[in-house]
Antibody, heavy 121, light 109 residues
Framework: QVHLVESGGGVVQPGRSLRLSCATS????????LHWVRQAPGKGLEWVAV????????YYADSVKGRFTISRDSSKNTLYLQMNSLGTDDTAVYYC??????????????WGPGTMVTVSS | EIVLTQSPGTLSLSPGERATLSCRAS???????LAWYQQKPGQAPRLLIY???SRATGIPDRFSGSGSGTDFTLTISRLEPEDFAVYYC??????????FGQGTKLEIK
């Protein structure tokens, strides 16, 4: 059974950094692109970043480009999101999600339960 | 960037009724790369429909998707109590950029 679980969220001051992790199991990790999606309190879904199945290609939403870095570790079957220069607008639940067909042109078929990030002084 | 506009914002219906949710794109969605998700309070989104009309694994057949180009529809043929939730459409045709609609809240009348 496919399983994704995020961790690393918490309360952080503006301008500081945080790293999120997404532990996965139940599928061939190295065969799937993986995404981060976030949802601000009471708001809709916003795609954040994607990393290719092999980690070679990474793409970001304009709102996080230059501040966030997505990465993956196949030895640990884990996805990461390094978030720097955090602002209050980054306050959200962060979800990791798997690309259904493995590649970019795929819907997101499995999601973790999310981890809350609160940016506040 | 493709903008997705969902309507209505809120839909009030009773169990047993038929629900029709709309998603309109600002430009044509490539190869019908359009998905629908259901989200209940405090939960992650769940994939319902991909490729505009294909049901995801385990999704009941009362859920169906249709449409092409810029106009897409999610239909729930006969509402069950567990179907009341927020629904989002998403395009993944201009990958690697992905956009979601703002959501439609389906509430019990």
């Amino acid at each position: 059974q496919v399983h994704l679980v995020e961790s690393g969220g918490g309360v952080v001051q503006p301008g500081r950094s945080l790293r999120l992790s997404c532990a996965t199991s139940g599928f061939t990790f190295s065969a799937y692109a993986l995404h981060w999606v976030r949802q601000a309190p009471g708001k809709g879904l916003e795609w954040v970043a994607v990393i290719s199945y092999d980690g070679d290609k990474k793409y970001y939403a304009d709102s996080v480009k230059g501040r966030f870095t997505i990465s993956r570790d196949s030895s640990k079957n884990t996805l990461y999101l390094q978030m720097n220069s955090l602002g209050t607008d980054d306050t959200a639940v962060y979800y990791c999600a798997r690309a259904r067909g493995g590649g970019y042109h795929s819907a997101f078929d499995n999601w973790g339960p999310g981890t809350m990030v609160t940016v506040s002084s | 960037e493709i903008v997705l506009t969902q309507s209505p914002g809120t839909l009030s219906l009773s169990p047993g009724e038929r629900a029709t949710l709309s998603c309109r794109a600002s430009q044509s969605v490539s190869s019908n790369y359009l998905a629908w998700y259901q989200q209940k309070p405090g939960q992650a989104p769940r994939l319902l429909i991909y490729g505009a009309s294909s049901r995801a694994t385990g999704i009941p057949d009362r859920f169906s998707g249709s449409g092409s180009g810029t106009d897409f529809t999610l239909t729930i043929s006969r509402l069950e109590p567990e179907d009341f939730a927020v629904y989002y459409c998403q395009q993944y045709g201009t990958s690697p950029l992905y956009t979601f609609g703002q959501g439609t809240k389906l509430e019990i009348k």
